[in-house]
């Protein structure tokens, strides 16, 4: 049995990803070495919520949770984290700041580019590919995020001096645009998103996008097209005919909005 832990629920417990789920119910319980798990709710659509009798074990029976294409175990854990990241609380790196090291960090504020932090737990929402037969039809799973009175000054204050808005992450992009303004700014504040940006949807807020080459099928690449438009097609097959790589430990490019 493997459970992916996505998220605490303010009742106790965690709602996790349970595989496989077939014989999954309520009362169930799951034992990993000295801990014992026990189904609370679900399965829905392979989701539970579960609470365990130890969780000071968890961290030393449970790993980092890694994408099926990532085979073996890393080495040092850190490799997929990024350099800025200050808590616990997501299921998965936001993978495009995966890009970024304090070198380069360092470089970009020299060059007066200025950085300010978003936070949003990425869940199932970010990571669950489409399955519906029209893409208007797949629901997003929420997801919590927050901006913080400093950067939505920062934000402001950008705009002011006509400036551009750069978000690393399809993450960042969910985030900003949940509280976005008309006016291109953001409102400070925490809430759970589940917004679907797709073609047609209006970005207020960010001007450019850095972000790894996506799989089809999945949610980002959707906000990819829409973000880009029609020039989404001739990224993706530039990327193909150089042997671009794909995935969390892949290439990077960055995209300017259409106008």
């Known amino acids: 049995m493997e459970l992916l832990l996505l998220s605490r629920r303010a009742q106790g417990g965690w709602t996790a990803l349970v595989s496989p789920a077939r014989r999954m119910r309520p009362g169930v319980v799951i034992t990993f070495g000295e801990v014992q798990a026990v189904i609370i709710e679900g399965p829905d659509d392979g989701v539970v919520a579960v609470e365990f009798n130890d969780e000071r074990h968890l961290e030393e029976i449970g790993t980092v949770p890694l994408p099926p294409y990532i085979t073996e175990e890393l ?5 997929y984290q990024t350099v800025y990241a200050d808590r616990v609380g997501s299921a998965a790196a936001p993978t495009a700041g995966l890009h970024f ?8 504020q020299q060059r007066g580019i200025r950085r300010a932090a978003v936070e949003l737990e990425v869940g199932i929402g970010t990571f669950r590919p489409i399955t519906a037969d029209r893409i208007e039809d797949h629901v997003m799973h929420r997801e919590r995020c927050r901006i913080i009175d400093e950067t939505a000054d920062a934000i402001a204050d950008t705009r002011q001096r006509g400036g551009r808005v ?4 399809t993450t960042t992009v969910r985030t900003l645009e949940t509280f976005a303004r008309d006016d291109g700014t953001v409102d400070a504040g925490e809430t759970e998103t589940d917004l679907f940006l797709r073609p047609g949807s209006t970005f207020r807020v960010v001007d450019v996008l850095v972000t790894n080459f996506h799989v089809p099928g999945s949610s980002l690449l959707v906000m990819l097209a829409a973000f880009m438009g029609p020039e989404w097609k001739t990224a993706y097959d530039t990327a193909l ?8 430990f892949g290439d990077a490019m960055l995209c300017e909005r259409q106008s």
């Open 75 to 79: 080495d040092d854990p850190e490799r």
């Open 101 to 108: 090291t304090p070198a380069v960090l360092a470089s970009l």
């Open 166 to 169: 750069v978000a690393v992450g």
């Open 241 to 248: 005919a150089r042997g671009y790589r794909f995935l969390s």
